[in-house]
């Protein structure tokens, strides 16, 4: 090819590229100016109107009532999870809540055989939704089909006790309850533990008697559920005992929370006896 051929070539390839730079960057058409003051207008008037919302919704979280004040209209109810059980005890005008006999009995009448009763998980959406039912006060019948899974129901009463803002063992009495476990002598442990749980408030009292009676009835089966009572403190120490603060022996309080429910419910007689020796 001539070099007059290839500067032809060049100076045509120029001449294209320049055209559509030209065609790129020439002044939009009227009607495209238009469409283009419309999408700016309708990015700006989008602005002001997400401005506006923003602003309403900033004066009515802060008009808006309060809990309490809620509460005592009875636009919200207390709910039973996460309650203190004083609180419950005032609601219901019973020592021990309604929830935890209606799951006790429902696991008495067909959950003391179950091997690892309380031990094994229960599918945690449908505890969830056991949950919600109750915390709304709707109709509770525990023999319905969608709470046929009975470790469901263990699950949702170990859920309510960990959800106490107290524990059962209210936090007062906890250093106690350790240095009593402590004790070396077993009938002065034993003592000393049944004096302590004669101190516990009612509710807390009542609440935990009902409840180690049960538990008791599950070691009664051990040959069967594999459930005993060194394996339910292991389950119930940590969900009915802890410290109000968390430290850094926390390791060594498990142990004696366990040692403290196996203990009870080895010598539960006595220490539920309101006799003196």
Known sequence: MSRKNEYKIQRSSSSELLNRFETDFKEPKPENRRSLISRLNYSISDTTERNRVKSR???????RPSLRTLQEKG???DQLFGSHLHKVFEREGSTVPWFVRACINAI???????DGIYRVSGNLATIQKLRFVVNQEEKLNLDDSQWEDIHVVTGALKMFFRELPEPLFPYRFFEQFVEAIKIQDYNNRVKSV???VQKLPRPNYDTMKILFEHLQKIAAKENMNLMTPQSLGIVFGPTLLWPEKETGSMAVYMVYQNQLVELMLSEYSKIFSSEKD
């Open 57 to 63: 919704l900033k004066k009515f979280i802060t008009r």
């Open 75 to 77: 636009i919200i109810k």
């Open 108 to 114: 008495e009448k067909r959950g003391l055989d179950v």
């Open 194 to 196: 049944r004096d302590l």
